[in-house]
Nanobody, 121 residues
């Protein structure tokens, strides 16, 4: 059973940057697309960004476009989310997910445990 583990969350001031990582805990042979989602207190989980297996295609939520960048490592079993110009409204638990290239959470089969990102004003 492959598990996906996020890291890199923390507390940062508005305007700062963080880089989230998500790595598979075991060997993966399937060609998964990867996505990042986030959930703020009292709100539904929302799409942030996705990247195809090859890395050739990416898509972003309008709220993060131009500030966040999704990428994946050469081994394809690691995905990153570079977050710049962070705003207090970016505060949430961030989850990575593996599955089909999609902006919908239902397209993903496997989820990490989440990492907290807190942006202070």
């Amino acid at each position: 059973q492959v598990q996906w583990v996020e890291s890199g969350g923390g507390l940062v001031q508005a305007g700062g940057s963080l880089r989230l990582s998500c790595a598979a805990s075991g060997r993966t042979f399937n060609t998964y697309a990867m996505g990042w989602f986030r959930q703020a207190p009292g709100k539904e989980r929302e799409f942030v960004a996705a990247i195809s297996w090859s890395g050739d295609s990416t898509t972003y939520a309008d709220s993060v476009k131009g500030r966040f960048t999704i990428s994946r490592g050469n081994a394809k079993n690691t995905v990153y989310l570079q977050m710049n110009s962070l705003k207090p409204e970016d505060t949430a638990v961030y989850y990575c997910a593996a599955g089909r290239y999609s902006s919908r959470s239902g397209g993903y089969d496997y989820w990490g445990q989440g990492t907290q990102v807190t942006v202070s004003s």
